[in-house]
């Protein structure tokens, strides 16, 4: 069955991100904000939806058959921007395949910076990969116990990002978030896609999500206003840790 809802989730964010790129051909530095909220909510938005949906048209037998078509489908576009598309954009940028296009071709391909908005398809792949380990967990007696537990919606909202936040943190404090494109997709995003498959295997929590409560919102708004204030010095771990928390959190 269609869940129409996410579709019009989809389609708002996609819009935003529409409306985002468009503007940077005008003046990048004015939506630098707005660029702040795009990045952070509507793309672990994506993700969530890739990984729920991706939950909820596994068949019930073997998986694998399922996954090598959905990352066949995936590569079909990545491999068509990264060999086609984005060399000819390049060639019109460098008035042809001029020899500043082969050497700025190869520095972006060396960088990962060739991948450009590419960069998601990537990460998706990955993370479809990674759906075997994923539901194992989720099959686990361990995740049974902590599904059992009755606790009221908002107590499990707030769980959710004290969770998420949590994992980032971890993450950024140990790996840092500023690795080559398109890797930092993993360390960025992994956590959504693997929420949206749990939120499927937990009909309850699903629900929860969806009538949080204030607390996410104040959890979120102090990891904001931290990045906005300044509360740690750019580089450290702790602007890493608070950057990571920022982008769970939202």
């Given at each position: ?8 989730l989809?389609a708002?964010c996609m ?7 468009a503007y940077?051909l005008?003046?990048?530095a ?19 939806i ?22 066949r ?13 984005n060399?000819?954009t ?27 908005h590419?960069w998601?398809l ?8 990674a ?10 007696n361990?995740?049974?116990r ?5 606790l ?7 769980a959710?990002t ?37 939120l ?8 929860a999500?969806h009538s949080?409560?204030p607390?996410p ?12 204030n300044g509360?740690?010095t750019?580089g ?15």
């Amino acid at each position: 069955m269609r869940i129409t809802y996410l579709d019009h989730l989809r389609a708002i964010c996609m819009v935003f991100v529409v409306v985002l790129h468009a503007y940077y051909l005008i003046d990048y530095a004015p939506a630098a904000g707005f660029a702040v909220f795009i990045y952070n909510f509507c793309m672990g938005t994506f993700f969530i939806i890739s990984g729920y949906v991706m939950a909820a048209t596994l068949p019930d037998g073997p998986v694998w058959p399922h996954l090598r078509d959905r990352l066949r489908r995936l590569a079909w576009p990545l491999a068509t921007g990264l060999l086609l598309v984005n060399p000819l954009t390049l060639a019109l940028i460098h008035d042809g395949f001029t020899k500043a296009w082969a050497q700025d071709v190869m520095a972006r391909a060396v960088s990962g910076r060739l991948f450009v908005h590419l960069w998601f398809l990537f990460s998706l792949m990955g993370f479809v990969c990674a759906v075997p380990l994923i539901l194992r967990a989720l099959r686990s007696n361990a995740w049974a116990r902590v599904a059992s537990l009755n606790l009221p919606a908002t107590y499990i909202a707030t769980a959710v990002t004290f969770s998420a936040v949590a994992v980032q943190m971890l993450i950024a404090a140990t790996t840092g978030l500023d690795l080559p494109v398109p890797f930092d997709g993993f360390t960025k995003y992994g956590w959504a896609y693997v929420a949206g498959l749990a939120l499927f295997h937990h009909p309850k929590a699903w629900e929860a999500v969806h009538s949080p409560g204030p607390l996410p919102f104040i959890i979120a708004g102090l990891f904001w206003l931290a990045m906005i204030n300044g509360w740690a010095t750019r580089g450290t771990t702790l602007h890493h840790m608070l950057h990571a928390a920022r982008i769970a959190s939202s």
